[in-house]
């Protein structure tokens, strides 16, 4: 069964400091990987994903991810974190198949000092 | 942009009462999912439905639940006698004929008393 870790329930980082939210997951063969975010009282919005290819992903919000096979992980990381970036972070790990469910993890909550 | 649309965002309703949690999937989607989240708790999947079947579920879409694609732009979640246990936010998604990337809607707060 596939499964996903957010080691870091909360963390608390300085505007403008660089950020890492771990993921680690469980999965036999090659996953889809995604990260969302959800702010407060809104939906799921699609950050980035990882399918194939290159190991580093680009996405939306100045974000990035590296796809490390040998670990296991999938964080995601930002060079200058704005005030803005505040809310949840969830990791997701899905079959290659399409129609698949997405398995979550338990999320990361970030905060942003002034 | 395209965006999936859930109505109503917040519902009340009476425990042992029948709710109907409704979607609008973004329209040329063809894999419609239903996921929750108790309060505090991870995002869960229930159930994904595609070609008018269900396609996969959780141990959590038990006999109470049911979906359904009504006509060609909504897709529906029905709770037929809910529990305190289901109070939750419901967030419907779906993804296009590649499959593999799901969108998700704003949720449906719901609040068993």
């Known amino acids: 069964a596939q499964s996903v870790t957010q080691p870091d329930i909360h963390i608390t980082v300085s505007e403008g400091a660089s950020l890492e939210l771990r993921c680690n997951y469980s999965?036999?063969?090659?996953?889809?990987l995604f990260w969302y975010v959800q702010s407060p009282g809104q939906g799921l919005q699609l950050l980035l994903k990882?399918?194939?290819?290159?190991?580093l992903v680009q996405g939306i919000k100045g974000f990035e991810a590296e796809f490390k096979r040998s670990q296991s992980s999938f964080n995601l990381r930002k060079p200058s974190v704005h005030w803005s970036d505040a809310a949840e972070y969830l990791c997701g790990v899905g079959a290659t198949n399409a129609g698949n469910m997405l398995t979550f993890g338990g999320g990361t909550r970030l905060m942003v000092k002034p | 942009e395209p965006e999936v649309t859930q109505t109503p965002s917040h519902q009340v309703t009476q425990m042992g009462q029948e709710v109907i949690l409704r979607c609008v999937p973004i329209s040329n989607h063809l894999y419609f999912y239903w996921y929750r989240q108790i309060l505090g708790q991870k995002v869960e999947f229930l159930v994904s439905?595609?070609?008018?079947?269900?396609?996969?579920k959780s141990e959590i879409f038990d006999d109470q639940f049911s979906v359904e694609r009504p006509d060609g732009s909504n897709f529906t979640l029905k709770i037929r006698s809910t529990k305190l246990e289901d109070s939750a936010m419901y967030f419907c998604?779906?993804?296009?004929?590649?499959?593999?990337?799901?969108?998700f809607g704003q949720g449906t707060r719901l609040t068993v008393v």
């Open positions: 999965y036999g063969a090659t996953p889809y």
């Open positions: 439905f595609y070609n008018n079947e269900i396609s996969e």
């Open positions: 990882y399918f194939s290819g290159d190991t």
């Open positions: 998604a779906s993804s296009g004929p590649g499959g593999a990337q799901a969108f």
